[in-house]
């Protein structure tokens, strides 16, 4: 009488907590057992459970509707804030509304599975596009200023070749490109040339610049006075070879009357190597 | 009327340990359990008090429309009940021990009994 009641559970306490850990093994609820007993039963159950044991005991749905209640809450808090905040109405079936969110559940996870699923395949698709396909067509000529080549008949192909020969044929021959872009080439000697040797030195290479003038009139043994004996290029390292070439042969000649000397046909130099010869690189 | 004295006297005495009582099954089965036990449930309690002069509390015998299997178990309830309410603060009631005691395929059976014993 002292001692509280709370210290040993109530038998119908022991039976309800007994029966819910063993409530799948529980075909049914019978028809003698009030709603009150068996209610926390019946808020322990999964769906199935529940669904189960409101056939076997049809008295019972009566009265479940605040258990479906409960289970739509619990699974899906979302659609409990929307009832708090009034935008769903109490529906009629409570377990209806949990079915109904059940499948707007699915139909969600469906519809996003679907957009990863399309996304994949689009991606897939754009890599396809970009890489290497087997085909018979004829590849285009490449396109200038955005004008698609059309494919030319055996006509028009004869003709245009054809016209382009006659063309060639009567008209002066094409120069082929100037060596060196045209840069780096004197046809006369510098104007000032006798200011000209002026050394860069850098740390490999030591470079002179030798001129050798040519001059058209050549009467006088004029060699001493603008040209130096011999070119003087030294050079500390074999890699760096000396770009200007000695012609030791010009001022034995100058002597002699050079008539075209003044004016260089540029392709007489078509052919002369930039470099030395490997074999006569300075080693 | 002597035995309803002799039953009175029984009940009004602090001798609660001789004082046994009978509990009988709807399928023919007795179970002797003290007093103090029966007691454990209200509506025994009240079956058996003499004061309320009901058939069963001077025959000190109390039916229960229950198997013997289910008046078995309430009467290992209340002999667990009665024994822990009056037990010391520091000992330790073992509830979960209690708890494998029950068989699950009497358990619903149980739950009507015992709420119908208002246990």
């Given at each position: ?22 409530v799948?093994s ?7 057992l009030?709603?009150d ?15 189960r ?6 008295y ?8 479906w209640?409960?289970?739509?809450f ?7 804030d ?23 559940e699915?139909?969600?996870f ?6 990863i699923?399309r996304q994949?395949?689009e991606?897939e ?8 396909r ?8 490449k396109r200038r ?13 004869t ?14 021959p ?19 040339s ?11 290479v ?9 001059s058209?009139s ?8 603008t040209?130096?004996?011999s070119p ?22 100058s002597?002699l ?9 540029p392709?007489?130099s ?11 690189r300075?080693k | ?5 002799m ?6 005495t602090?001798?609660t ?14 179970f ?7 007691n ?25 429309s ?11 309830y209340?002999s ?18 209690f ?8 358990v ?5 009994a ?6």
């Amino acid at each position: 009488m002292s001692l509280p009641d709370d210290r040993v559970p109530t038998l119908v306490q022991y039976c309800q907590r007994v029966a819910s850990v063993h409530v799948d093994s529980i075909s049914s609820l019978g028809d003698e057992l009030r709603y009150d007993l068996v209610k926390p039963i019946l808020e322990r159950c999964t769906v199935d459970q529940l669904m189960r044991l409101e056939q076997a005991s049809p008295y019972l749905q009566k009265e479940t509707p605040e258990i479906w209640k409960g289970l739509c809450f619990r699974t899906y808090p979302a659609a409990n804030d929307r009832y708090r905040r009034g935008e769903i109405l109490e529906p009629d079936s409570w377990k209806e509304q949990y079915f109904d969110l059940v499948q707007e559940e699915a139909r969600k996870f469906e519809a996003v599975g679907n957009k990863i699923r399309r996304q994949r395949l689009e991606a897939e698709e754009r890599k396809k596009d970009s890489g290497i396909r087997v085909t018979t067509q004829q590849p285009t000529g490449k396109r200038r200023w955005g004008v698609s080549v059309q494919p030319k008949t055996l006509f028009q192909k004869t003709k245009s070749e054809a016209s382009r020969l006659q063309k060639n044929m009567y008209s002066k021959p094409m120069l082929p490109p100037m060596p060196n872009n045209g840069k780096n080439y004197r046809v006369l000697p510098a104007a000032n040339s006798a200011l000209l040797p002026t050394s860069t030195s850098n740390s490999r290479v030591t470079v002179n610049t030798v001129v050798h003038s040519v001059s058209a009139s050549g009467s006088s043994s004029s060699v001493s006075s603008t040209s130096k004996g011999s070119p003087l290029v030294t050079t500390s390292n074999p890699v760096e070879s000396p770009r200007k070439k000695p012609r030791l042969d010009l001022p034995a000649d100058s002597q002699l009357p050079k008539p075209m000397a003044v004016k260089r046909d540029p392709t007489a130099s078509l052919f002369l190597p930039k470099h030395r010869a490997y074999s006569q690189r300075i080693k | 009327m002597a035995d309803v004295d002799m039953a009175q006297n029984s009940g009004t005495t602090a001798e609660t340990d001789n004082d046994w009582v009978r509990v009988m099954s709807d399928d023919g089965y007795s179970f002797l359990v003290r007093r103090s036990v029966a007691n454990a449930s209200e509506t025994m309690r009240d079956m058996l008090d003499t004061a309320g002069n009901y058939a069963e509390a001077i025959a000190r015998t109390c039916p229960v429309s229950q198997r013997a299997v289910i008046v078995e178990k309430l009467l290992e309830y209340m002999s667990f009940k009665a024994y822990y309410e009056k037990a010391g603060p520091k000992e330790e009631v073992p509830v979960q021990e209690f708890m494998e005691r029950i068989p699950p395929e009497i358990v619903l059976e149980l739950l009507l009994a015992a709420d119908y014993q208002n246990m």
